[in-house]
């Protein structure tokens, strides 16, 4: 079992930036993937970035790339997700989630069903 907490959204004007966390339980997985996914009302969840811990290799979606990154404290079993220049439509919930078996490629990030844990989420207003 792998517990997660997201925090750090919250209210901010276009062209801002804010810095999500998500802490992970302990576990005993030497390596999972971990990723962020979105959801605005009416939408369906959205994956915006993932990457394997311990890992380099990082994968995003179009609509964030360049804007957004994923990055990781291996001591503090913690994901963050750094938001820059944020746009009316980054609007969302903003969900951690992780899966036991890695992360290869950026198609992952559109088979949130794959991702076996998930935190409750921490939403991120953009106002224009």
């Known amino acids: 079992q792998v517990q997660l907490m997201e925090s750090g959204g919250g209210s901010v004007q276009a062209g801002g930036s804010l810095r999500l966390s998500c802490v992970a339980s302990?576990?005993?997985?030497?390596?999972?993937?971990m990723g962020w996914f979105r959801q605005a009302p009416g939408k369906e969840r959205e994956g915006v970035a993932m990457k394997n811990t311990g890992d380099d290799s990082t994968y995003y979606s179009d609509s964030v790339k360049g804007r957004f990154t994923i990055s990781e404290d291996n001591a503090k079993n913690t994901l963050y997700l750094e938001m820059r220049s944020l746009k009316a439509e980054d609007t969302a919930m903003y969900y951690c989630?992780?899966?036991?078996?890695?992360?290869?490629?950026?198609?992952?990030?559109?088979?949130?069903?794959?991702?076996?844990?998930w935190g409750q989420g921490t939403q991120v207003t953009v106002s224009s």
């Open positions: 302990a576990h005993s997985y030497s390596s999972v993937c």
């Open positions: 989630a992780a899966k036991v078996v890695g992360c290869y490629s950026p198609s992952g990030l559109r088979n949130p069903q794959r991702f076996d844990y």
